[in-house]
């Protein structure tokens, strides 16, 4: 069966996987970013390239049809250029489909990992047959997918809209996109451990995740952590109230306890006057493959790439 390479580029981890032209995934390889070997290594993207040419010799010589890259953005999809100086390091910026188009000979793609999550999940996860899916990722920062009739929705000139930057609280936390209490100053897991240091409980080292684990034994951490889902859930509704979905997915290992997250959004749900009929909000069902799955999906669905 035809196959892709997807990959997933994050700030801390790039992972690379065979996903057939049924959605299914087969070999993975997951890496710590290593800007590193990239600055050592003449080549453009060099880690992307050994892992690609890693992941074609498992294929024992059978070639992929493409490639596709979902990027921590911003990225531009229409040029396969990634400029996103605030969670990469310099060995990952520019030009990132036109070497690997020239390392392998098949062509390539680029969106944001957002999108390419949201892609995944509607082509072959939770909302396989959902007409409009939104699909929050719950990191070190916060993204939000649109996928409306299996196409990413986007803003003028292509461009990937911030839904994971929309205002929760306008007397919360200044964020970096430069709004007062937007949904990722809230909620990811950046946030949340930010939060939880100032509190002065947290021992030296610790990680978003122990104070997920804490919060039921910690009252300042428990706060955190429910305001954390309390914006979640807002902003959830306010996806449902502008974008009108069948499904909301969430995703991404930001949030410890994602199921108690869907539960509180659909009792939120009941009492919203204006949530479609029948909207749904699950977690994934591809966890952390779903950007890697959207990202294949680009090259079995998209014109041609960029070489
Ligand atoms: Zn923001």
């Known amino acids: 069966m035809a196959w892709a390479v997807g990959v997933d580029l994050g700030g801390t981890n790039v992972r690379a996987a065979q996903v057939d032209e049924a959605g299914t995934v087969g070999s993975v390889l997951s890496e710590p970013l290593d800007p590193g070997r990239s600055a050592r290594d003449a080549r453009p993207f060099a880690q992307l390239i050994d892992m690609i040419a890693s992941l074609i010799e498992k294929a024992a010589g059978d070639r992929p049809v493409g490639i596709g890259i979902g990027a921590t953005g911003p990225v531009d999809p229409a040029r396969g250029v990634i400029s996103n100086p605030d969670t990469l390091p310099d060995a990952y910026q520019g030009a990132v489909t036109q070497p690997l188009t020239a390392a392998f000979g098949v062509p390539a793609w680029l969106e944001n990992d957002a999108d390419a999550a949201a892609l995944g999940e509607a082509w072959a996860g939770a909302g396989a047959g959902a007409g409009v899916l939104a699909c929050l990722t719950i990191g070190t920062g916060i993204g939000v997918g649109v996928i409306r009739d299996g196409q990413i929705f986007r803003g ?35 946030a949340v451990l930010r939060e939880a240091q100032a509190t002065g409980t947290l021992a030296e080292g610790a990680s978003a995740a122990d104070v997920f684990d804490a919060a039921g034994r910690v009252p300042a951490l428990g706060r955190i952590v429910d305001r954390a889902r309390a914006a979640l859930c807002t902003a959830v509704l306010n996806l449902v109230a502008m974008h009108a979905p069948d499904l ?10 994602l199921a108690a997250v869907a539960e509180q959004a659909r009792q939120q749900l009941r009492g919203y006057r204006f949530a479609p009929p029948g909207v749904q909000v699950r977690e994934s069902a591809l966890g952390g493959m779903a950007g890697c799955v959207g990202a294949a999906r680009l090259a079995f669905t998209s014109g041609p790439g960029h070489d």
């Not at 292509?158 to 100053?185: F, I, K, N, T, W």
């Open 248 to 257: 909301v997915v969430l995703t991404g290992n930001g949030h410890g306890d």
């Open 156 to 190: 003028t000139g292509g461009s990937h809209p911030e839904p994971g930057h929309h205002v929760v609280d306008p007397g919360g936390p200044a964020c970096y996109c430069g709004a007062l209490g937007c949904v990722e100053s809230l909620a990811s897991a950046a």
